[in-house]
């Protein structure tokens, strides 16, 4: 079975740019998760999908960031416009989410290092 | 929101040694806490995890140990070997089963042979 993809694994981009991550979750997995590590800090929570629809979107900086998961399989999330402090590494998880209250082991992807210069 | 504190942020042991990583939670409403080690250049993945009605959770040469009163957990990993080198990362979250994780700031663990 495929784990959770990312692409791209790099990508440098100029200030004012825009830049457009994808990730592909597990087959079958309804929730999706984005998070962002920046420069060595937490791995920090930017938002959730189940399946098509945002759970939560508390962790999104700022309106400079959209996430989309239309048909509840691939997810994107761009940055646009993107500025310096946005480069950091951005991970997406996929988990079941069995529906019995309990929560399932969260699959990560390899991430996409984001450098905005 | 949940506040999750993680130290040291760097560790170095010699080979054999025994690695001990602290964890630290706000929300006493949590109760799963899973442990993701990430190697160089890889995805972290899962190596453990540990949900509130137990106290402790071994398997093999790691072992997380959770007190609720304190709202703290324990990551400890025997017989250290070079292999175990990676960043380590706590969590927590509210098993609702769709709740996101809140992550610890990581632990740099260096095996030396």
């Known amino acids: 079975e495929a784990g959770v993809t990312q692409f791209p694994s790099h990508s440098v981009i100029e200030k004012g740019q825009t830049v457009t991550l994808r990730c592909d979750p597990i087959s079958g997995h309804d929730n999706l998760y984005w998070y962002r590590r920046v420069m060595g800090k937490e791995i920090k929570f930017l938002l959730h999908f189940v399946k098509e629809s945002k759970q939560d979107e508390s962790g999104m900086p700022n309106n400079r960031f959209l996430a989309e998961r239309t048909g509840g399989t691939y997810s994107t999330l761009k940055v646009q416009p993107a500025e310096l402090e946005d480069s950091g590494v951005y991970f997406c998880?996929?988990?079941?989410?069995?529906?019995?209250?309990?929560?399932?082991?969260?699959?990560f992807g390899q991430g996409t290092r984001l450098t905005v210069v | 929101g949940e506040n999750v504190e993680q130290h040291p942020s760097t560790l170095s042991v010699q080979e054999g040694d025994s690695a001990v990583i602290k964890c630290t939670y706000s929300d006493s409403a949590s109760n799963y806490f899973p442990w993701y080690k990430q190697e160089l250049g890889k995805r972290p993945q899962l190596i453990i995890d540990?949900?509130?009605?137990?106290g402790e959770k071994k398997d093999q040469r790691i072992a997380v140990t959770l007190n609720k009163t304190a709202k703290h957990f324990s990551l400890h990993i025997t017989e250290t070997q070079p292999e175990d080198s990676a960043v380590y990362f706590c969590?927590?979250?509210?098993?609702?089963?769709?709740?996101?994780?809140?992550f610890g700031s990581g632990t740099r663990l260096q095996v030396q042979p």
């Open positions: 540990i949900r509130s009605n137990v």
């Open positions: 998880a996929s988990s079941q989410g069995n529906g019995l209250g309990r929560n399932t082991e969260a699959f």
């Open positions: 969590a927590a979250s509210i098993s609702t089963g769709r709740r996101a994780l809140t």
